[in-house]
């Protein structure tokens, strides 16, 4: 349990794997301005940082992110505007989540709710607790989803799966979540962390640019014809082609030995 003294944010390292841990248990880790100024800042330098090659993002406590804290003074001063906030906090979050260089994975141990639900659905995988679940919660409070939730929703689900969820704003438990292919996979509670921690350790060893490459090709692709599709496929190929994880791996494939790449 955090107290006051606490940061609402929590940074660690394991080997080259960074953890972000959510940290305002009490109130469901829910976004506020200060954790939102410490977040982004933290996932600039996990992508600056070339010792880095993947991440782990997850909450403290019961929940993984209830969404936006309602009562933050960002949103209840005189100067609150909900548009504002989802212009200046989680546009640049969402961007920053997409815009790593290294995988990212969310291990949703609770409810993801609204703006949250949408952090974690931008990463790259999504393992979640059996007891977890994701909301869209925004209609119950006349707002649209955000952080990116526009944009993901009907791109993982379709578009009757992605306005249901989102017009109903029902809970959706997370082994119906992987059934209807909306997150990657769903792991008894106990087994969470150890399990989302060894993945994150397996993406690590591998080529991180590559990985990251494919993420990007994969939304590129999202707004491209076939044509422009395979025209892509064969730009960002030549360019992987002439680094040295490839290299490595053809190099390390013909001599049947384990490849250590380094690109990132």
Known sequence: MSTAD??????????????????????LNSFTAAMHELLLPAL??????????????????????????LNDPELT??????????????????LAIRAMPVPVIAAVNGVAAGA???????????????SASFIQAFAKIGLIPDCGGT??????????????????????????????GLIWQCVDDAALMDTALALAAKLAAMPT????????????????????ALALEAARQGQLGRADDAREGIAAFVAKRVPVFKDR
């Open 6 to 27: 606490e940061p609402v944010l929590l940074v660690s390292t394991q080997g080259a794997v960074r953890v972000l841990t959510l940290n305002r248990p009490a109130a």
């Open 77 to 94: 001063g005189s100067e609150g505007d909900v548009g504002n906030v989802v212009e200046r906090r989680y546009m640049p979050l969402a």
């Open 151 to 180: 944009w993901l929703l009907p791109r993982l689900l379709g578009r009757a799966r992605a306005l249901g969820l989102a017009l109903t704003a029902d809970k959706l438990a997370a082994e119906e979540a992987v059934r209807i």
């Open 44 to 69: 600039h330098a996990a992508a600056a940082d070339a010792t880095v090659r993947a991440l782990v993002v997850t909450g403290a406590g019961r929940a993984f992110c209830a969404g936006q804290d």
């Open 209 to 228: 640019r590559a990985l990251a490459e494919t993420r990007r090709a994969l939304d590129d692709a999202a707004g491209l014809d076939y044509a422009a």
């Open 116 to 130: 949250g639900a949408n952090f974690a659905l931008g990463c790259d995988l999504v393992i979640a607790a059996r």
